[in-house]
């Protein structure tokens, strides 16, 4: 999806909001019922294509790289909300 010689800077917010829904359908379902708003999904597929080091998958980051892109871990926030039986 990302392309080495595309800066996130090169495009327009209909297509940041596309790849964002790409990108987060290609991940685990955990982490899109633990984010708590669209903005941070946004945010996070940026924090993606700024560090691709981090690979391509967010659910197999590290938390302290969860929380530094977020503020807070949304696969943690999922878990709380499927333990207090918010989320079947």
């Known amino acids: 999806m990302k ?3 595309l800066s996130r800077y090169d495009i ?3 297509e940041l909001l596309e790849r964002t829904v ?3 359908n290609e991940q685990h379902g955990d982490l899109s019922w633990g984010l708590r708003s669209a903005e941070d999904a946004v945010k996070l597929f940026i924090y993606s294509w700024d560090h691709p080091e981090l690979g391509e998958y ?3 980051w590290k938390s302290k790289d969860l929380c530094k892109a977020l503020g807070y871990n949304p696969i943690v926030e999922y878990q709380k909300q499927f333990m207090k039986g918010n989320i079947a």
């Open 3 to 5: 392309s080495e010689y």
């Open 12 to 14: 327009n917010a209909l």
């Open 22 to 24: 790409a990108w987060l």
């Open 58 to 60: 967010a659910d197999d």
